[in-house]
């Protein structure tokens, strides 16, 4: 790949992919600068990378590497469970619903928050994934570095066990 290729690869990439980089991130520190700090990081990470090798799906590439430079950044801070903590809130969008609904929907949301916070960190991080993220199967599989077999059955598993957990 030339270096003309490469920049025109580069700026298709940032432009397609760096703001849903940008949010994965936050979703992850709940800080707009070191999100910000952590995306940037990411591509440069990525720039280096397409220099020395292929990469197959950048996409997923993107995402586990701004995930293992957070979880990374989070061990290094002893500050682990903070991981799980920032992961287990969604973000709100509200539809102008009448004041019981949204007292119905906040109340439903909580449970499940709650509920999903009781799921194991793989559970969780494949829900978040794929919900939140909106990450196909096999993305989530490389972010995780799992198959994907083992993504659609903890995925089958959060489920279930978010169904059990709702009716108690």
Not at 22 to 39: K, N, S
């Amino acid at each position: 790949m030339t270096e003309e290729q490469k920049k025109e690869m580069m700026a298709h990439i940032q432009q397609s992919e760096y703001e849903a980089i940008r949010v994965y991130c936050f979703r992850l520190v709940h800080d707009y600068a070191l999100a910000e700090e952590f995306t940037q990081e990411t591509f440069l990470r990525f720039l280096e990378y397409i220099n020395q090798k292929e990469v197959q799906n950048r996409r997923a590439w993107l995402y586990r590497t701004s995930r293992n430079m957070i979880f990374d950044y989070f061990r290094r801070q002893s500050k682990k469970a903070e991981i799980w903590e920032y992961l287990s809130v969604f973000p709100k969008h509200e539809a102008f619903v009448s004041a019981a609904e949204m007292v119905e929907k906040r109340e439903a949301e909580a449970e499940l928050l709650q509920n999903l916070s009781r799921l194991s960190h793989r559970h969780q991080e494949a829900v978040r994934l794929k919900f939140q993220e909106r990450l196909k199967y096999d993305e989530i599989a490389e972010i995780m570095g799992e198959t994907r077999s083992t993504v659609g059955r903890l995925l089958s598993e959060a489920i279930h066990q978010l169904r059990v957990m709702m009716k108690d």
